[in-house]
């Protein structure tokens, strides 16, 4: 089948659910769509089922930062509809503080540890996952690494003096 | 017939029919011709120490294809990879339940210093943690660079002194790192 | 695995035993625990533990301008580089609108198709020696070798190879390489041949990995199982074929699937994807001979880096170098996710750019980070040796892993 014109989900989105999910753009052709944390599991769901759709395969899910924003922290998910060859962008922008976001597991096994990577780098909290913990840092970690004030290097070393670096 | 050549006699006295030495030298030609390694792989030069295992470049004529995947019976210790700091105490872990005499390899730049890897979670180097005797420099080093780091390990194992362990200077090193 | 009965803890006669199977451990290759309960042989759960070898590659991409991130995807599955490299020169090269001349694809065809052999020589030669049988695995390295070999007249390095540049190669191939390459695939299918003939109807191969480890092609895809794995199962995904980059259209490729997704299968497409990179190898030296021999880089001077004679020598070049490695040429902003056919599966990148020199936001989507998660449900009822293959035949790479 040939891939889905991004008009015609524009306009199926904009149907169902009206002003809750705002179109941010098509980047070289990738549709991008914005949702609130509340309409977000209707929203995967309905492109997951629609017979017309069938974005039934969950490519991706992560995370982004923007200190500078009111609602810091985003959650992206990319979903694929094998069928059709289309692919689709949403993004959830959640405030610091309140990262709350309801899990993907309940439509996609897979979601389990992208959610999980998603909470290890940016504490991205996703109510109602199995079992969330850190998955690639240790254990008892308290910062989460990806977001922008967490330096790359570790601030403990004391081999490293600035002055062999020119700094 | 293949070339077959003998590791050279040590130096010794050599009169008609006898032949003496001392024992730190016999053993060590004797070990540093049969030593066990234990892989420690963890990543890329894990790849290349596979490349230097098989038929190509093969480690066997050193005396080496014995690998032994248990720390007790393991004479070398070849860190190959970046160790995270989650991995630091299971490296430290397996290096003290090796048995002395124990010789340690950090191969590669990451196991050496961290490498490119100047981050959080990587440890920077493999001597934060324990002892190392040979480093082998290299992203990944290439098996010739493998082979020479451990021509080098079977340079010092031949040159030892059998009482190493007994040695004040081996003795403070260790305690450097909190082993006794 | 839904043919084994499962013991619980309510069961009179059980008696549950814990073993901790890694982080270092022989039969794993590579660094990841699993926390396994055991019934005898038989597994009743497992817990995964992950993030050994985090090396924190997205938190040093944010810091690094984009040429510099080349050699950061090589580390990430290193036993096929090239394929991360070129798929990451792809996604700047999708954000910065840079056409590539039809030469410099073909080009990246064939380095590309060479790691994927590679690689499934180092998979399918450990799954015989974990089944057993050491030889075919010393006979593939052999041919690994030679590719290997082949690199190094292309970029001068054997693994972690940086191979090419954002917009084509850093060099041309030489003559050498070209000869190499000829050898190789007159050499390569002999031995193809000899480790089929070792493996597919070898009684004790077939009876160790047929219907270990099954899966369905719903579970396949619900896990977002991608590459080798998922074609096991029997769904016909190939980035390759669905979302052609670097000219795969121009090529005429199978796309193998399996039957019923377990290890047997994963072994069988791997087998038939190596034939079926050496048939798009073929074909792309044939191309070549009709394309301009002295092509091998697009020409984009603001993103790629002139050689050095000409810095010394010419003004033109002299502030183009400087202009890049300073990062002075302004970027989109926007965002782009680009996706190739890795050994693994789908390999993806998704950038988000500020306009500046190094990535606001780098995100790699790795298959053997999202394929490795079922390996503890799946196990659950296995066999412990059975649990070893299943591990082998995933191909999960530490490295891509843990990212």
């Known amino acids: 089948m040939a891939a889905i014109p991004n008009e015609d989900i524009v306009k199926a989105i904009g149907d169902k659910f009206a002003d809750a999910v705002t179109v941010i753009g098509e980047p070289y052709g990738l549709l991008t769509v914005e949702s609130g944390r509340e309409q977000i599991i209707d929203l995967l769901t309905f492109l997951k089922t629609d017979p017309s759709f069938k974005f039934t395969f969950l490519t991706d899910i992560t995370g982004i930062h923007y200190p500078e924003q009111e609602k810091q922290i985003g959650v992206i998910y990319h979903l694929h509809s094998l069928t059709t060859n289309t692919r689709i962008r949403i993004k959830v922008f959640l405030a610091d503080g309140d990262v709350h976001i309801p899990t993907a597991t309940v439509l996609w096994e897979g979601a389990n540890w992208m959610e999980r990577e998603t909470y290890d780098f940016f504490g991205v909290i996703f109510d109602g996952h199995p079992d969330l913990r850190r998955i690639l840092n240790v254990d008892d970690m308290t910062a989460f690494p990806m977001r922008k004030e967490f330096p790359l290097e570790d601030p403990n070393r004391v081999d490293k003096k600035d002055f062999y670096f020119g700094r | 017939m293949s070339d077959i050549q003998l590791v050279d006699a040590p130096a010794g006295v050599e009169g008609a029919g006898f032949f003496a030495t001392s024992l730190d030298k016999v053993i060590g030609i004797a070990r540093s011709n049969s030593l066990w390694p234990l892989p420690f792989a963890t990543s890329c030069c894990g790849i290349e120490f596979m490349a230097t295992m098989a038929s190509h470049y093969d480690l066997s004529r050193f005396g080496a294809e014995r690998l032994s995947f248990s720390p007790r019976q393991a004479d070398l210790l070849m860190v190959m990879g970046t160790i995270a700091k989650k991995m630091a105490p299971v490296l430290r872990q397996v290096y003290l339940q090796m048995a002395e005499p124990r010789w340690v390899m950090a191969v590669g730049a990451c196991a050496s210093s961290g490498g490119i890897f100047d981050t959080y979670s990587v440890l920077q180097g493999i001597d934060e943690v324990i002892p190392v005797d040979v480093y082998v420099p290299g992203c990944p080093p290439r098996p010739e660079a493998i082979i020479d780091g451990f021509m080098n390990i079977q340079e010092l194992v031949k040159t030892e002194s059998l009482r190493r362990r007994n040695e004040p200077k081996y003795q403070e090193l260790l305690a450097k790192y909190g082993i006794q | ?403």
């Open chain 3, 1 to 403: 695995m839904q043919n084994h009965p499962v013991y619980t803890d309510n069961d009179p006669q059980s008696e549950l035993s814990t073993l901790n199977l890694g982080p270092t451990h022989p039969a794993t290759h590579g660094v990841f625990q699993n926390v396994l309960q055991l019934d005898g042989e038989r597994i009743v759960s497992g817990v995964s533990t992950i993030g050994y070898i985090h090396r924190a590659f997205e938190k040093i991409a944010e810091h690094r301008p984009f040429y510099q991130i080349t050699p950061l995807t090589d580390r990430l599955n290193y036993c096929s580089s090239p394929i991360n490299n070129m798929g990451w020169h792809m996604t700047v090269e999708k954000l910065l609108n840079i056409q590539t001349p039809k030469r410099v694809d073909y080009l990246r065809v064939i380095v590309m198709e060479l790691a994927r052999i590679a690689d499934h020589i180092v998979c399918n030669g450990v799954l015989g020696v974990d089944t057993g049988a050491f030889t075919g695995f010393l006979y593939m390295m052999e041919q690994r070798e030679a590719i290997y070999e082949i690199y190094e007249e292309v970029c001068g390095s054997r693994l972690t190879t940086n191979i090419g540049r954002i917009g084509g190669f850093e060099r041309n191939f030489n003559s050498r390489a070209f000869d190499k390459l000829r050898a190789f695939l007159k050499s390569f299918p002999k031995t193809l041949k000899e480790f089929e003939g070792l493996f597919n109807r070898n009684r004790i191969f077939v009876d160790r990995t047929r219907d270990v480890a099954a899966v369905t092609a719903e579970t396949a895809l619900s896990y977002s199982w991608t590459g080798p794995l998922l074609r096991a199962a029997g769904v016909d995904y190939d980035v390759r074929a669905m979302n052609p980059y670097s000219s795969y259209e121009d090529f005429e490729f199978e796309v193998p699937v399996g039957d019923n997704g377990d290890v047997y299968s994963r072994f069988l497409v791997r087998n038939e994807e190596m034939w079926q990179s050496l048939r798009i190898i073929e074909q792309a030296l044939v191309k070549l001979d009709k394309e301009p021999g002295d092509i091998f880089h697009a020409d984009v001077p603001e993103f790629y880096l002139p050689p050095k004679e000409e810095v010394y020598n010419n003004m033109e070049a002299l502030i183009y170098h400087f202009k890049i490695v300073m990062g002075e040429i302004p970027t989109p902003t926007t965002e782009v996710y680009h996706s190739v056919e890795g050994t693994n599966g789908e390999l993806g990148f998704y950038l988000v750019n500020d306009g500046g020199r190094s990535p606001y936001r780098l995100h790699f989507r790795r298959p053997s980070f999202i394929n490795y998660q079922m390996y503890a449900p799946m196990s659950r009822g296995m066999l412990l040796s059975d649990a070893i293959i299943n591990m082998s035949s995933l191909n999960v790479i530490a490295g891509e892993l843990d990212a």
